[in-house]
């Protein structure tokens, strides 16, 4: 069987351009790799391709949950495994493409045998959350162990997993070992230097908001008061402060680029120690106008 072909890299690095492009010379169908782009209505805070772009190349895994619904690594892995048999199925050819470390290695490394998991344990967790952020529950496993705080990338919905684990078994998740992937991939991972990806995101966090992030952010707090996860992705958690009434204008579309650029610096770490993958130390790719 011929190995899936995964395109990876940081925010900005080109990868979605690249693979649209690719698209264009093979019979090619996407499977999205990024967590944010599984929700409805976050949009332009995600890059989401746009409505064109999926019509002209099949895209799978977005748009699948509304920010109020849970989504793990397990339910990506699945979706995702299903997505690239039926597209080969149709005799196309599945092609990964994101930016998420921690569903890229689980899709192409395998799951963790990891308990199920403890809704009332992650209570209290959520509940520390909610009252004293994210730092105390990073500390926690940071201590107990920096493999898996790295992983967890500051998602909050990961840390409260891994610490739910941790608190229950004594053991961190990455002390669990995974099942066998269902299929076998090639990893190609486009890396750009800090410097091309800082002023690309810089470009783009300003065109995210001339297209109207505030009031995409604003339409997600009115449709979806509670929701557990979504609104703390990068873009979104910090426009919900402004919303709040901490900050101007000027100063939220900083926060939102800065957090963005330091994301991106933890992508090239993660992607730099990915098993088994040809590393593209370029300027990323940029479709010819």
Known sequence: MESILV?????????????????????????????????????????????????????HLIDVV??????????????????IAEVQARGRLPLVVGGTGFYIRA?????????????????????VFEAEGLEPLLDELRRASPLDEARAQRN??????????????????????????????RKCVLLPSVATLQARITARTAQMFAAGLITEVYELLRRYPEQPTALQAIGYKEVVEFLRGRGTLEQVQERVTQAT??????????????????????DGYRRPS
Do not use: C, N
């Open 66 to 83: 509304t920010p109020a619904e849970p989504f793990s690594v397990a339910d990506y892995v699945r979706l995702a495994e299903a997505a």
């Open 261 to 282: 650029v330091q994301y991106a610096k933890r992508q090239r770490t993660w992607f730099r120690r990915e098993p088994g993958v040809v590393l593209i130390e370029a």
């Open 156 to 185: 909050p919905r990961r840390i409260v997993r891994a610490l739910e684990i941790l608190r229950r078994t004594g053991r961190p998740p990455s002390s669990f070992p995974p099942r066998a992937p269902r299929f076998s991939y």
């Open 107 to 127: 899709l192409t490394e395998g799951l963790p045998t990891v308990p199920p998991a403890d809704g009332a344990v992650q209570a209290e967790l959520w509940r």
């Open 7 to 59: 395109l990876a890299g940081p925010t900005a690095s080109g990868k979605s351009e690249l693979a649209l492009a690719l698209a264009d010379l093979i019979p090619t169908e996407i499977i999205s790799a990024d967590a944010m782009l599984v929700y409805q209505g976050m949009d332009i805070g995600t890059a989401k391709p746009k409505a064109l772009e999926r019509q002209r190349v099949p895209h």
